[in-house]
């Protein structure tokens, strides 16, 4: 599994956004574990935050004047966020740039990690740090879909439930670009309406 992703990763060609507009970049760290049954590290946001508060997202933040570049963003704020060292992370490689809501220019890059990390949650940023098997995103089992219209065309977004923890948005947007690189038959299509989809008027 983890050989099958690595060479996928590295023959991979994310999309680029092609905007006229001179957003501010940050990165977030995809983090999966090196074990026989791949698992990815997500966190809980604290509920008192400007942004994003109370919401799964991946350990990430803004691109700081000293970064030298995105990897760099993503892997300094996985350390100040949930105590992950630099150098336990081998970064494979990026998914697609999205831009949040916010207005915000997101990379995402992707990392193993060892199976076992004594995560430290920051108590300021972070409620919860938890992992899901890679698996469960395979079989698309979400609880809901969302619509979102986004550089001019639909999105159908899936909504997950894992436990206590609802997994969307942008977080859900890059789990499914994830799961389609490494399994073929996961085919999670997000330009089209699933067959349980209910518009609202």
Known sequence: MLDELLHRMRGYSPHLLQTTNDYPQAAV???????????????????????????????????????????????????????????????????STLVSRHGIQVTPYVGLVPDFVDYQANDDEIAAVFSVPLAFFRDDPRETTH????????????????????????????????????????????????EHFIKLT
């Open 29 to 95: 760290l995809v983090p999966i574990t090196r074990s026989d049954e791949p698992e990815v590290v997500l966190t809980l946001r604290a509920s008192g935050l400007s942004t994003h508060g109370g919401e799964v997202a991946f350990p990430g933040g803004r691109r700081d004047p000293e970064d030298a570049d995105l990897i760099r963003t993503a892997l300094r704020e996985a350390q100040e966020e949930i105590g992950l060292p630099p150098g336990l992370v081998e970064v494979i490689g990026p998914l």
């Open 147 to 194: 619509r979102i219209d986004y550089l001019g065309r639909s999105w159908y977004v899936p909504s997950y439930r894992y436990g206590e923890y609802k997994i969307w948005g942008l977080t859900a947007i890059m789990l499914v670009e994830l799961v389609n690189l490494i399994y073929d038959d996961a085919a999670i299509d997000m330009h089209r309406p699933p």
